[in-house]
């Protein structure tokens, strides 16, 4: 589901470029183009129009949310309906008395956010992910909207507001203003255009403003690879949860001018095709851009009148085709093929211009300031020591950890075991991946064991995961920004480190490069320099060197050293040349216990070490064709852990 949601809808929005006064300057020339046109035409196709403006802001609700966050809603128009019953109940009640409807808006607005808070809470703080946000939304629509049909008696009424039921709620006030002391106005039909017109482009702008700042950048990050954002620190749940308020806000805003401008609202409006059709509108557009909002309501809604006009009955087949047709054809929307148009037939280099912090003077980089401590002591008081109890973790029957008590001693140490010996589910337990079914995790004797993985890593605990975990579609260079800015929070400094971090790892070349298109080694090196520039002092690293050329894999066991200086590191490896190069500590994991522990020279002479690494084999079916991937391995070895693992077993073989 998550493939196809991805296809249909491109690989999603980059973190937007320009500045505020472009922005402005775009709007305002549409708000123009508008005002002529308004001007121009009948009063009441100006209103026609109102409609659109008012859509296209219901649009832009599930750009941000599902363009920019990631979190695909179907229930944006839902919250739209809600917004909408707010402004009639507060208009209806109070317009008479106070000649202004701008305060009923404004509860629309704060119910919507409210209402959207509430359902975000239960979602994202119950880690509800991916098609199930989409269940649950639509689902509450679905609830909603029965509820609302449901309310035709004389009882369900909010003062002078009835809810009316399948009926509806009629005579719902227009939108009128009024200065202290002065005299009521309504807006006249143009002028309630123009009103809609200028709230959608002034929305569109502040979209565009907010995914230019961090806590734009940080959702689209989390969109791309969420691991990896709560692994550098960040709180991926109060990021969706402040995102998918915000589009709640804005979608009920457009509820309370629709609720104005029909003067009526009725249950259908929480059903199955207004969810849709949001989603279309965004589709169709595009999602990773707030033009995409304004050009897929146009265009569907242009073609749905269009059709409406000849033969109605075929529209919702004709609008079904061109659904079908835009995935398939220009899966970003139209909006986003537009611009690749128009990308293609300039130069390219006004591209990459404005990314993310190009223009930032790097800074030479070296170890954080911090880690690199000046005396001995204060390095040995800054690495901190992450411990066990013995820790278990079932999946099921298996206990892939079993009862692990392990104190890591400041510096270096190396976790050496078989393919499923419980490695990187212990690294797992230690970063907060999993929850442990029996006993404690601890830092410095500070319980661990119920934090959260983003609170662990602002902790200090820093983590490379076995498969390398980057923000694929992202650059280089913004990939080494969100790890810069995750715990200094300083948009200047993550811009000057990051451009010293490209230099330092030697990915100069690659700087503007997506992160998805390097080397296998490479991403390894990249996603250890993201590790390392949080700045920690506990370093978990799960097989780092998979994939890494001969040089790129001296390079890595000298920073590891070098980290070691500073920081407790934990080193998962299968290349036992690697490991002796670390010179460290070693400890054996077998089937989910400690099975042994020693340096290089004293386990590569016990022949029961040998024995587990060759048993693995044997027991896996394949004694002579030792270099084969075997039937019989454990599900989740990649082919690089299979090899590794025979790499380990003949290194250790030759040496004995
Ligand atoms: P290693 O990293 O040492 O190769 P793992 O920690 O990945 O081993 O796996 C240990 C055992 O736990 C394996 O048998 C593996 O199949 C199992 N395992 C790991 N993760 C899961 C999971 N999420 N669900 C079920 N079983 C798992
Ligand atoms: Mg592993």
Known sequence: MRDLLARVAGSGPKPAQGNVRRDLGGAALAFAAAAVL????????????????????????????????????????????????????????????????????????????????????????????????????????????????????????????PFGGYNGMPRIPRITWRLPGGESHEL????????????????????????????????????????????????????????????????????????????????????????????????????????????????????????????????????????????LLLPGGIVANLSRLRTWTQSRISLSATRLGTDAEAVDYQLEPSLASPTPEVAQQRARLIATAAVTKRFGGLAAVDAVTLEFPRGVSCLIGPNGAGKSTLLDLLSGRQRPTAGAVMLDGQDLTKREPFLRARGGVGTKLQVASVYESLTVRENLWLACYAMPRDIEEADRRAAGLLEWLDLRDEAEQAAGTLSHGKKQWLEIGMVVSTDPSVVLLDEPTAGMTREETERTANLVRELGEKASVIVVEHDMDFVRQLDAPITVLHMGSMFSQGTFEELSGDDRVIDIYLGAHHSNGSPSDSRGPAPGRPPNAGSAEADGAITAGGSADADA
């Open 188 to 327: 006249t039909r143009t002028q309630f255009f123009l009103f809609c017109v200028a709230a959608g482009l002034l929305i569109a702008v502040a979209i565009r403003v907010l995914s230019r700042r961090p806590f734009g950048r940080i959702a689209v990050a989390l969109q791309h690879n969420e691991l990896r954002t709560g692994l550098l620190g960040y709180d991926v749940r109060w990021h969706k949860l402040a995102v998918f308020t915000i589009g709640g806000a804005i979608a009920a805003f457009a509820g309370a001018l629709f609720a104005a401008w029909g003067r009526f609202m009725s249950p259908p409006v929480f059903s199955l095709t207004p969810a849709a059709l949001v989603v279309i509108w965004v589709l169709v557009g595009g999602r990773s851009s707030v033009s995409g909002a304004f050009v897929g309501v146009l265009v569907v809604k242009g073609f749905s009148s269009w059709l409406g006009g000849a033969s109605g009955d075929n529209e919702p087949i004709v609008l079904g085709v061109i659904l079908v047709l835009i995935v």
């Open 38 to 161: 308004g001007n121009w035409v009948e009063e009441f196709t100006a209103f026609e129009w109102s409609l659109w403006a008012v859509q296209a802001i219901l649009a832009l609700s599930l750009t941000l949310v599902w363009g920019y966050g990631g979190i695909f809603s179907l229930g944006q128009a839902a919250i739209y309906g809600v917004g909408g019953y707010t402004y009639g109940f507060w208009a209806i009640n109070l317009t008479d008395n106070t000649g202004e409807s701008l305060t009923a808006v404004l509860v629309a607005v704060l119910v919507g956010a409210v209402f959207a808070a509430l359902l975000g809470y239960f979602m994202f703080y119950g880690n509800v992910t991916d098609v199930y946000v989409a269940i649950i939304t639509l689902a509450t629509s679905l609830v909603l909207f029965a509820f609302v049909n449901s309310t035709s008696g004389r009882a369900y009424r909010i003062g002078d507001a």
